[in-house]
């Protein structure tokens, strides 16, 4: 059955050949019948069920026309075929028909469930890495010895987790440290004071407290 349709343009089609072999028509004739049905179609202005193309005659290697065409357009084509052979046929088509769109709806399901397993591995990668600032903000905050430092800085937290922008930082007239003093007191080494400089930096933070 998968001989007789063909996915194209992401639509499933067979061509004028495969129906002028199948239905014991010649080629030229089938050509023809789809001519006089394009004309007819044009004055109605129906959705396009035809598309012509060549292909490469395997004797002497020379390119012919020859037309794709969509279920509609196969389902026009041979409502006129009778006959036994004629009716055995087009069950076989409108089989293969069925069973290609089905595969073909499968798989859109099946990009869509991907698509989306993506955006959802992204979302958690992204809360991962905010949970993860969130984290050393909270290891510096509970070293600070600003009053309400802690306070302000959970609630700066709080905001940057929500996505939304941080607020001012408290003044204090007390003595400052630079990131690094910090870091060592949260056992992290002075070796963090770079990246975790560049964290409080986009989010607005001072650098030094």
Known sequence: MSDLVRINSNQVVTDSRSVAE?????????MRDIK???EGVSKIGQTPMFHETTYVNEQNGQPYPMYLMNRDGFS????GFTGAKALEWKLKYINAFNAMEKALK???VKQVEQDKAKEMRAEAMLK?????RAKLLLEIAAASHIDGYKEMIMTK???????????PMPKSGRERHDLGWYCERIGKGKNWASPLGKILKKNGTKTAL
Do not use: I
């Open 22 to 30: 199948h239905f014991g028509k010649q080629h030229n004739h089938v």
């Open 157 to 167: 937290t709080a905001n940057m987790l929500a996505g939304e922008p941080f607020l």
């Open 36 to 38: 006089n049905l394009l």
């Open 76 to 79: 026009l084509l041979v409502m």
């Open 128 to 132: 991962n890495a905010d949970s993860r």
């Open 106 to 108: 499968d798989q859109r």
